[in-house]
DNA sequence: CGGAGTATTGAGGCGCTTCAAAGGCGGTGG
DNA sequence: CCACCGCCTTTGAAGCGCCTCAATACTCCG
């Protein structure tokens, strides 16, 4: 019914070993880790706010969000989580704390166990390096995020998301950096980037017509990468993505 | 000159012993870190941008923020960080990457070298613990910030920075969480909030004349914790303070 | 073919910025 | 000791960006 949790578990091992020296005992290890697929509707919470829960979330497929809800019924966004990737990686640290987590896509997701996942990391400072590696980019996204919303105009913010994903897409090897399917709403959309819907409308309407994206659906293409970074003031450093798939393409 | 640096220690190590149980070996080797004072001028950079830099800085006295720069000039404060803390403990992690840091005050800082930190870190499964800890904390810190960001007005978003440093403040015992120095001009309080110094200072008017706040000079008082709280939709749990410092109050 | 969620567009208002200028306050030199 | 200078704070007026409210199309799906 979905990917096999081995084979989760494998993109678990690719993305830690960009961050770390792993041996094979270290891969050995993590794919021995005890793992759940479970798919799960869109817009439906994987961990509900204030609960403790003790799983680290490993995206398999579509996009998962984290995000904190306000009291007026708002709400922001504040990652996403792509294909690949492990949703809230703090939480393994602090299993009380911690995001609530909501699938913004129809995804499938891959529960590890948090503690095993401490023993695992304890027992190997490769691994422990790897996961410390991991939550500080992960901290660095957010830190480049709330710069954005502070002092950014929405077309910047938007550009930047753009871009952002777009390289996120490429290094999970999901698709091109300039064509790529972001299957979010305007709504959700604006939930991300601090925007009401309709000014995420506009704001996608000013980008197509500057010729700076073209929108098929939720196909997100971007004619000229360079242009579009330069708009964003995107510098890609922050994202810690070795440039070995930048040779690769 | 400056405060000894076994006691600089030993606020490292009551700091992270409410984060993880540290048994005595492991405050021994905290102990044993090599540790280097150093007082900086108000402004003065501590880590420039883009450079390599494999020290934690421990805050001894004064401000220090974490920032990042734009290309107008502008500059977004990512962190401010208190006497007692460790500045961008993520670096530790990743010396190459991490935000710049600047003394926001006049400030003296210790400087503890990465290399020893990681050392100490990986040879005690507790101390490794405290670290992700608190770069778990770190990391809720900001989410919460870009969502004051993103999604507040400016009265909230200043109540809220109050509530944040009282509390903060108060737990590292500078000061009560009601009545405190925060010795920032408001342009920097600006470069925090995402605001002009300009409606910086009208927003602080407003909030003086609703009787939220009473401001002489750079001290900050606050008649009704429970009021600005309120205002401010502050909820302390993020912070992961553990209540014992209420108690003891 | 109907209905619900999503996207699009318009008009008016508020919050924050920008530009500009004047008033405190502390520090420094004569 | 006072005059001065630079930085910070304070206040005003006008403009822009984003929000709110509101209404209309589109698209997918049963």
Redesign the interface.
Same mark, same amino acid.
């Given at each position: 019914m979905s990917p096999l949790p081995s084979s989760a578990l494998q993109a678990l091992v690719d993305r830690l070993s960009q961050l770390a020296t792993l041996s094979p005992q270290d891969v050995d290890s993590l794919m021995g880790l005890t793992t759940q697929v479970v798919r799960v509707p869109a817009n439906a919470d994987i961990v509900l706010p204030g609960s403790a829960f003790d799983h680290a979330i490993l995206v398999s497929s579509g996009l998962v969000g984290?995000f904190?809800q306000?009291?007026n019924g708002?709400r922001?966004i504040?990652?996403i989580h792509l294909p690949g990737e492990i949703a809230d990686f703090?939480?393994v640290?602090?299993p009380r704390?911690?995001?609530p987590l909501q699938a913004l896509t129809n995804a499938a997701i891959v529960r590890i166990s948090g503690k095993e996942l401490?023993a695992v990391?304890?027992a190997s400072?490769a691994i422990? &390096?790897a996961? /410390?590696?991991y939550?500080?980019?992960?901290?660095?996204v957010?830190?480049? /995020?709330?710069?954005n919303?502070?002092?950014r105009e929405a077309r910047v913010r938007m550009a930047h998301l753009f871009c952002e994903i777009g390289l996120r897409m490429e290094s999970s090897g999901e698709s091109a950096r300039d064509d790529f399917l972001l299957e979010l709403t305007q709504a959700q959309i604006g939930d991300i980037?601090?925007l009401t819907p309709v000014h995420v409308n506009r704001t996608m309407k000013a980008l197509k017509e500057a010729g700076l994206i073209e929108v098929q659906g939720r196909i997100i293409r971007i004619p000229d990468w360079t242009k579009l970074c330069a708009i964003a003031?995107f510098d890609p &450093?922050?994202l810690?993505i070795l440039p070995q798939e930048d040779q690769a393409a």
């Open positions: 984290r904190v306000l009291a708002e922001q504040t990652a703090h939480r640290a602090t704390a911690g995001s401490r990391a304890l400072p422990t &390096e996961f /410390w590696v939550s500080a980019i992960d901290a660095a957010l830190a480049r /995020w709330a710069v919303l502070a002092r980037l601090g003031e &450093e922050y810690q």
